[in-house]
């Protein structure tokens, strides 16, 4: 029988870390919070062609993420896109005439840990998918910054979903400035751009510097995911970029009303972090523990 000194010590434990919060920012924004401590920031406004997640924080406060860079304009933080939807390009931003918007509609739910938006993928007075977005700020470790997306894809019609020939669609991130000509660590325990770029595996991570030290930054793969281990895509050789990205070799062919659904967990860190230390952490959210 515990006593009643470990009862006040779990407790304690329990209350130990900061209240979750979530406030509205300009511009369409909703910034999560850890006490403090910022996490991301989801914005949805209908300026911009797509919704996504940017800034996403590091634990010391530091971007790891970009918005539009000169030479991308289109990488907006961390975005779910696709190049290949029935020939529309949902991935570009520059050419309206070829370029598809995903439009938010609504919120079907709000809290002060997570938001559920209603998407449509919409090109040429057509609707091809219908998307049911969830992101979530999980209770959050002093030393990490966590963020669940959760996405289920519907078509209203058959559509064919893929990359007419860019391999990097999916849930993808490109990295703060700082961070390029990083390095990657995949959970097959490969360490080379060469070997990780397209290899299948449970989640894969990023590293670069950041500040005056360094960061990473894990993207996991969910077993119940379409074509888990899932590709990864990811570069450092003139930017950082890496995604998820589970048509990297074959497009998903959807009937009407058939859905898609996706669970990825993002895990950022300062420092550096061991292959078993990712590890643990992507079991820990694979048992539904955190």
Known sequence: MLSRRSYLLMGAAAVSRPPLAARDEEDS??????????????????????????????????????????????????????????????WGETNPARHGREVHVRFAKRSKTSLTSLIHWNAEGRLL??????????????????????????????VRLGTDGHIYDGLGLRVAESMDFGEVLNSNGTTTIQQANGEPAAWCAYSGKLGTGTAGIAIFDHPGNPRHPSPF????????????????REDFHLSKGQELHFRWRVAVWNGTKRREEIARLYKTWEDGRA
Do not use: C
């Not at 790891?64 to 939807?85: E, F, I, K, N, Y």
């Not at 969830?134 to 209203?156: E, F, G, V, Y």
């Not at 990811?234 to 990297?248: E, I, L, Q, W």
């Open 129 to 158: 998918l219908v998307e049911s977005r969830t992101i979530t700020a999980p209770q959050q470790p002093p030393d990490l910054t966590l963020l669940d997306w959760d996405s289920t894809l519907k078509a209203p019609q058959a």
């Open 29 to 90: 924004g909703i910034r999560f919070l850890s006490g403090s401590r910022p996490l991301f920031t989801y914005r949805y406004s209908a300026t911009r062609p797509k919704p996504y997640v940017h800034p996403l924080f590091a634990p010391d406060g530091l971007p790891v993420t970009q918005d539009g860079p000169r030479d991308h304009v289109h990488h907006r933080g961390l975005m779910l896109a696709w190049s290949g939807v029935d020939g529309i390009d949902f």
């Open 233 to 248: 895509f990811v570069m450092n050789d003139k930017f950082g970029y890496m995604s998820a990205a589970p048509t990297f």
